[in-house]
């Protein structure tokens, strides 16, 4: 069965979507309510008289109508009946525009004029390096990647400085070169640090795939270098291969049981987010004692579980003992994440295994609401240990 979903409906509802971020109302019905009764009222008045869609909330104008396309600012004038964003370049802040419309599967045309930073060759190796291990990036080919590459520009930043702040149109996706960053969410008029980023990994990039306000607010706290890249490139490529990326693995992630607890969209996030990475017989895919960097979830294959448990005699203290297997739907490295320690074990490709992979940056913000599943499955691996073992310390205290 084939559904087609009507003009108009995703740009209408990204419009109410956004509203509701800025406005963060606690009647979502009343305020749903009150916005589309706006909105036909605007509709009306445009029929009868012409002229633009605005919708007002407390007294600030909110521009309806999107085709993707921005005007100059008119100043005051007209201020009661009309709004027009600023025209916005690349390297400053967006002020405002709702709403955006994007479709990555209708736009087939490349009409873009490509963006390219000029770079010496010594700034190219230190971007490539940085990029390395961006996740976004894997499922890019090469001519793609260098697309990205070639449109990224360096950006220093000083302590303190604020790269973006919570609330804000999201203007640039950010590669973190180097240097130490603090993720701040302000919530009930309270701000309080959530994470870090620390000489690596990359931000920016779920309030340009949903044109949604920023989420959190990234300052520096040390002198730093970021690799940015605009928005234009960003939607033009990444989101576009997001889109071929969606309908290979959203089907698979629905059926994770881990993640069925949450909403459609929280695990289309997941979906944008995550990279595939194919591990051969016996290799090696986390090391017990390692400082935990990603979560893994079996997408093909199965994965074996290995300990060296400090509880066994000093002849056996140097063999791994398989305490588990993971196979399709489940998932591993989850433990370390949790409980900001090093990996509690060892995990081995058992013939050849395809993993989706999280980096812990995107495990952080996406995977909150499951948590407390993960939690209870500590209690679980404790229960695991002491019937082997007849101890838990590997958990508690967990390394070579």
């Not at 990326?245 to 607890?261: A, D, G, H, N, Q």
């Not at 066994?312 to 399709?328: D, F, G, L, P, Y």
């Amino acid at each position: 069965m084939s559904i087609e979903i009507p003009p108009g409906l995703t740009e209408l509802l990204q419009g109410y979507t956004v509203e509701v971020l800025r406005h963060r109302p606690s009647d979502l019905l009343g305020f749903a309510a009150e916005y589309f009764a706006r909105l036909r009222d605007a509709r009306d008045q445009e029929a009868a008289g012409g002229g633009r869609r605005v919708v007002s909330f407390d007294g600030e104008p909110m521009q309806t109508e999107s085709n993707g396309e921005e005007e100059p600012d008119r100043g005051d004038e007209d201020s009661d009946s009309d709004f027009e964003p600023p025209v916005v370049n690349r390297y400053n802040r967006r002020v405002s525009v709702c709403a955006e419309a994007f479709n990555p599967d209708e736009e087939e045309e490349d009409t873009e004029q490509r963006v390219v930073h000029p770079k010496t060759d010594e700034q190219r190796c230190r971007l490539q390096e940085a990029c390395k291990d961006i996740l976004l990036f894997k499922n890019l080919d090469q001519e793609q990647l260098s697309q990205v590459l070639d449109a990224m520009f360096e950006r220093k930043v000083k302590p303190q400085e604020h790269v973006i702040d919570q609330g804000d149109d999201g203007d640039n996706f950010y590669v973190v070169e180097r240097g130490l960053y603090d993720i701040v969410v302000a919530k009930d008029n309270q701000s309080r640090c959530v994470g870090r980023y620390d000489n690596h990994g990359s931000f920016g990039e779920l309030a340009l795939m949903y044109n949604t306000p920023r989420a959190a607010t990234i300052v520096a706290t040390t002198e730093g270098a970021l690799w940015g890249l605009d928005r234009v490139t960003f939607r033009r490529i990444i989101l576009k291969n997001n889109a071929k990326k969606r309908k290979t693995y959203e089907l698979f992630i629905e059926s994770v049981p881990l993640l069925k607890s949450l909403e459609a969209s929280e695990r289309m996030k997941i979906v944008d987010v995550i990279g595939e990475k194919v591990y051969q017989d016996g290799e090696r895919i986390i090391s017990q004692g390692d400082k935990a960097d990603c979560f893994y979830i079996v997408e093909s294959g199965e994965v074996k579980i290995l300990i060296k448990s400090k509880t066994m005699t000093s002849k056996e203290a140097n063999q791994e003992v398989e305490i588990a297997r993971c196979h399709r739907g489940q998932y591993f490295g989850e433990l370390a994440l949790v409980t900001n320690k090093p990996r509690a074990a060892s995990a081995y490709a058992v013939g050849e295994v395809k993993c989706l992979v999280m980096d812990v940056q995107a495990f952080e913000r996406l995977l909150g609401p499951c948590m407390d599943i993960m939690k209870r499955n500590i209690t679980h691996y404790e229960e695991q240990l002491v019937a082997m073992f007849g101890s838990s310390m590997d958990l508690l205290d967990p390394g070579n």
